[in-house]
């Protein structure tokens, strides 16, 4: 059986792939041991390679793979309808996550970016720090 079905968003999700002692190296080993489900779509999906590229990770083309081949097994697969109403944010680059977390009716959608933490007390799924959300699947 799996945990619980998360939105990552870029941020949070980099951080886990690329820091292993950071504050959240933790969730590479939770969605490998399917303690957490982590949901993916095409946009989000095309945004984590898009920032995989960027030039200050350094990192080739085959380590882009591996990280890669490190997440989307791990994931579940949607899709998100074109026109899926979502709150409205300050930033266009978090409506994907937020359309995935509706589209999929996730359990959370993880983040540190305060434009998307300032929207978790009026959309249905919670919005969480990495912090708030280990806590939340510690407790069961």
Not at 45 to 63: G, H, Q
Request: one cysteine or more; charged letters at 25%.
């Amino acid at each position: 059986m799996t945990g619980p079905r998360v939105v990552l968003d870029t941020n949070v999700l980099v951080s886990a792939l690329l820091f292993h002692a950071g504050s959240v190296s933790w969730l590479r080993p939770a969605w490998q041991a399917q303690k957490i489900r982590p949901l993916v779509s095409h946009d989000t999906a095309a945004e984590l390679i898009r920032v995989l590229s960027y030039p200050k990770f350094k990192l080739t083309a085959e380590e882009r793979e591996d990280l890669l081949g490190d997440y989307l097994p791990w994931c579940e697969t949607a899709i998100v309808p074109d026109m899926i109403a979502v709150p409205k944010c300050r930033d266009p680059a978090d409506r994907p996550f937020l359309a995935l977390a509706r589209a999929t009716r996730a359990d959370a959608l993880v983040t540190g970016d305060v434009d998307l933490l300032e929207l978790a007390g009026g959309f249905e799924v919670p919005i969480l720090t990495p912090a708030a959300f280990k806590e939340r699947i510690a407790d069961g």
